[in-house]
């Protein structure tokens, strides 16, 4: 539990600091700017968490029984 509250802090900071890039670049264009990057930030993150994580450790095992 503690890796995945680690994982999901982690994921805010880095796609808190790319949301943040994303509205820079969008500029005016977006409606309601900050909602959007605060939206995409914790999307991400539980993600990251949920989905793109558990993929890499069966990815990882996976590659470790082949070199065995």
Known sequence: ???????????VIIYGFFGIIMVIIAGD?????WLFAGIWTV????????????LRQR???KNSKQVK
């Not at 999307?43 to 558990?54: A, G, I, K, Y």
């Open 1 to 11: 539990m503690k890796q995945k509250l680690a994982q999901f802090t982690g994921g």
């Open 43 to 54: 999307f991400m993150s539980v993600v990251h968490v949920l989905v793109m994580e558990p």
């Open 59 to 61: 990815m990882a095992a």
């Open 29 to 33: 264009e977006l409606e309601n700017r």
